[in-house]
């Protein structure tokens, strides 16, 4: 049996005065994209800050199984534990690339210092793996001293894309990452991410509002509604048949919308 890459039972964490999300359990599994839909406010935000590590929650548990088999909860897990998950284990794609990347050093620069940080320290072997993941995410390798402080918002998220997966990261957490993007710029970066995704078999969490992003890359889905979750299944099943009325009233609006 495989067992989950990340488990979480009874998360939950308040904001005073209003709840950021309760008594959440799931489970995660290698090489599944996991989707969390929802309209803003409704926790989705919070429970991927809460799994990534980034926030600590009031109550529960996040058991996360490393690649070297180890269990470790990280709701007791140290911030040097959390930074060496998180330059190992994790990758973190924020909806707003400039929050995910050093705008005044280069773009291979940005990708090399993910390396560096696992031990690589070969400066030819360096550049030579940041120009093929510029390749990977269709980024001109002739760039690679360009800053991204120059490069546009598409080009920007490609390069943290890049920058996240050169270490083959286990489990990737995914904010909104079409956000604010053009609509021919997300189909693009889409086709890029799902491929990239069932490629390298990696275990992703995405937060998203956008049910288009959502049926296209998730296996499964929780929606989510005042921080708890209202459904969940396979995306195909809760999108095609959904059961809760507010799924339902979340899949007529863009319907209507299209």
Partial sequence: MVDPILSAQNLTKSYAPEQGCFSIAL?????EVLGIVGESGSGKSTLLRLLSGQEYPDNGSIQFKTRDHESIDLTEATESTLRYLGRTEFGIIHQNPRDGLRLRISAGGNIGERLMGIGQRHYGDIRSIASQWMREVEIDPGRIDDKPLNFSGGMQQRLQIARNLVTNPRLIFMDEPTG????????????????????????????????????????????????????????????DDPHAAYTQQLVASILQVN
């Avoid at 489970?27 to 090489?31: A, R």
């Avoid at 604010?180 to 969490?205: F, N, R």
């Avoid at 509002?209 to 969940?232: F, P, T």
């Fill in 180 to 239: 604010g993007l053009d609509v021919s710029v997300q189909a693009k970066l889409l086709d890029t991410l799902k491929g990239l995704v069932q490629e390298l078999g990696i275990a992703v969490i995405i937060v998203t509002h956008d049910m288009g992003v959502a049926r296209l890359l998730a296996d499964r889905l929780l929606v989510m509604k005042n921080g708890q979750v209202i459904e969940s299944g396979l995306t195909d099943q809760v999108l």
């Fill in 27 to 31: 489970d995660v599994w290698p090489g």
